[in-house]
């Protein structure tokens, strides 16, 4: 198999480490959309020329992180499965990474409207929105208990995509993230970026 997409994209870090985390085996092909023969690459895999893709090896594409990462749990035993097979669990563990998700759909959005366009063009209602958006999710996943992890004794992708949302906030987007705000998360996210499989898929700088 071969992941398309560079860490700094936290859909495509995610993927990378909970993949790292499940020992299955994979090459990296780090394409950026932002370079235009890259993005040639990336759309000619999946025609909105977003990351991550997942290149099987009888060369299916699989596009969108969830859709990858559902597609990986199926093969996976489900005592080493990262979202519970049934029930409340794995229904709050998909809540919680929603959350996560959305929190990094609206962090990546908040960067690039400063980023990317011109100072004087950027849309300040707009951008305080997103802003907006991120605070909301951070502080319903920082109400939530953790023991140590959202679900108790045993990391999920919930853990993993709030982990991963919180390093690319306080890299990109620190103001959103300043130290102390969130004490459960900058904690969560802490112990996860400690982890082997973090380490091996670090966060690019933008």
């Known amino acids: 198999m071969k992941l398309i ?7 495509t870090r995610r993927v990378a480490i909970a993949m790292d985390l499940l020992g299955i085996k994979h090459e990296r092909l780090y394409l950026t959309p932002w370079q ?4 040639n690459e990336i759309r000619a895999a999946n025609p909105l020329t977003r990351v991550p893709i997942l290149v099987l090896d009888d060369g299916e594409r699989l ?3 969830g859709a990858i990462l559902d597609h990986l749990m199926e093969g996976i035993a489900p005592e080493k499965s990262l979202i519970p097979a049934k029930g409340k669990e794995r229904r709050q563990c998909l809540r919680i990474a929603a959350i996560g998700t959305g929190i990094m759909d609206k962090g990546v959005s ?3 409207e400063r980023t990317k366009r011109p100072a004087e063009k950027v849309h300040t209602p ?13 502080q319903a996943l ?6 140590p992890w959202f679900l108790g004794a045993r990391m999920t992708l919930a853990d993993i ?13 620190p103001d959103l993230v300043p130290h102390g705000r969130y004490p459960k998360l900058e904690a969560l996210a802490a112990a996860c970026e ?13």
Not at 161 to 173: D, E, G, I, Q, S
Not at 194 to 206: D, I, N, R, V
């Open 63 to 65: 596009i969108e992180s």
């Open 36 to 39: 235009e023969a890259q993005a």
């Open 161 to 173: 995509t709030a982990a991963v949302a919180m390093t690319f906030l306080a890299r990109t987007n």
């Open 126 to 138: 707009w951008h305080d929105h997103l802003k907006g958006q991120v605070t909301g999710g951070l």
């Open 194 to 206: 400690a982890l082997p499989a973090f380490k091996a898929s670090p966060l690019e700088t933008p």
């Open 5 to 11: 997409g560079r860490n700094l994209s936290p859909f």
């Open 142 to 147: 920082e109400a939530l208990p953790m023991t």
């Open 110 to 112: 908040a960067f690039y």
